[in-house]
């Protein structure tokens, strides 16, 4: 192997590490998309193990997907699994409910939104990507109900 080629070997090297770390990032859906999607290029047993896990385990559809359709384009046998029902990250109620009761009595709903985005970026980045463009309204409308005594 001449000079060249190891340095496209290492070059190589380092980008399948940065996307397999991409790809465990549970704070950003969309890195975890663009991984799987990247993912597509290599076909080994520890791509076929991530892809997997995230297939079985994403807490945003689209990135299950996007997981399940790059394994049936390497070859796997998988089944697609059924679209999560109720709360994606457990004990979500109990976060809002809290992030609610911490701000002033009569806060507005943005002040709310931008205190979970940087308080529980993983919770609302979950949710961001599993309701995509309802987002805003779902969390106004969940907002709207919590009671706080």
């Known amino acids: 192997m001449n000079h060249i080629e190891e340095q496209e070997d290492e070059l190589q090297q380092s980008n399948y590490e940065g996307v397999i770390k991409s790809a465990n990032r549970s704070a950003n859906w969309r890195e975890r998309l663009e991984a799987v999607k990247a993912l597509s290029e290599w076909n080994n047993r520890q791509v076929i193990e991530v892809l997997t896990r995230i297939m079985n385990n994403d807490a945003v559809y689209t990135v299950q997907e996007a997981a399940y359709n790059t394994l049936k384009g390497h070859g796997e046998n998988v ?23 911490s701000l002033p009595q009569g806060h507005p709903f943005q002040a709310f939104k931008e205190k979970l985005q940087k308080m529980r970026s993983d919770v609302y980045d979950t949710y961001e990507g599993e309701k995509g463009a309802e ?3 779902w969390l106004e409308e969940t907002w ?3 009671r706080t005594k």
């Open 135 to 137: 987002f805003d309204t």
């Open 144 to 146: 709207a109900s919590l």
């Open 79 to 101: 089944q697609l699994p059924p679209r999560k029902r109720g709360e994606l990250i457990k004990g979500t109620a109990k976060i809002l409910i809290r992030i609610k009761k």
